[in-house]
T-cell receptor
Framework: GNSVTQMEGPVTLSEEAFLTINCTYT??????LFWYVQYPGEGLQLLLK?????DKGSNKGFEATYRKETTSFHLEKGSVQVSDSAVYFC?????????FGSGTKLNVKP | NAGVTQTPKFQVLKTGQSMTLQCAQDMNHEYMSWYRQDPGMGLRLIHY???????DQGEVPNGYNVSRSTTEDFPLRLLSAAPSQTSVYFCASSYRWEPPRETQYFGPGTRLLVL
């Protein structure tokens, strides 16, 4: 089947710290992979995506690389800001359906 | 464009009542879907549609019905509400054939409380 597992939160960092949020997946075929971000009281927004193995998605300083050999899509950012505080969801798309991880809450302190 | 709109924003129901959550998009998207978001469980797909007149089940379809008579609208019906359906519901849409076709746009959500 298809599923996504991501690290539990919350993750608390100081401003300018390095961020890694782990995401691994199980899927048949060749899924596409995504990171979405959700700010309080809002719907999800696409942060970045990768549609095939070895692709790197990037946006707003965030990056993630589609690693088929380790079935992973870890989210990284070199220097987080207070404004990055949100819940981050890893997701995969396969055969017309999306599957989401449980979300990781990030708190960034000034 | 208004994007993806959902109504109502918040609703309280009694067990056994029925209601319809509305979702509309003005981007001419073929693909539309409904999710529920529960604490610690992320988003789970309820139903989806790849075009007018075509719907299919997601992970958690029981207790919900959908129809897609137009490209713009994709209502979600709760036939007989249960406390287990207390959740936040999100509607989403995307182009089916846009490269990359899997980019989804989410509505602001409907918070449902079933007593």
């Amino acid at each position: 089947g298809n599923s996504v597992t991501q690290m539990e939160g919350p993750v608390t960092l100081s401003e300018e710290a390095f961020l890694t949020i782990n995401c691994t997946y199980t899927a048949t075929g060749y899924p596409s992979l995504f990171w979405y971000v959700q700010y309080p009281g809002e719907g999800l927004q696409l942060l970045l995506k990768a549609t095939k193995a070895d692709d790197k998605g990037s946006n707003k300083g965030f990056e993630a690389t589609y690693r088929k050999e380790t079935t992973s899509f870890h989210l990284e950012k070199g220097s987080v800001q207070v404004s990055d505080s949100a819940v981050y969801f890893c997701a995969l798309y396969n055969f017309n359906k999306f599957y989401f991880g449980s979300g990781t809450k990030l708190n960034v302190k000034p | 464009n208004a994007g993806v709109t959902q109504t109502p924003k918040f609703q309280v129901l009694k067990t056994g009542q029925s209601m319809t959550l509305q979702c509309a998009q003005d981007m001419n998207h073929e693909y539309m879907s409904w999710y529920r978001q529960d604490p610690g469980m992320g988003l789970r797909l309820i139903h989806y549609s790849v075009g007018a007149g075509i719907t299919d089940q997601g992970e958690v379809p029981n207790g919900y019905n959908v129809s897609r008579s137009t490209t713009e609208d994709f209502p979600l019906r709760l036939l007989s509400a249960a406390p287990s359906q207390t959740s936040v519901y999100f509607c989403a849409s995307s182009y089916r054939w846009e490269p990359p076709r899997e980019t989804q746009y989410f509505g602001p959500g409907t918070r449902l409380l079933v007593l």
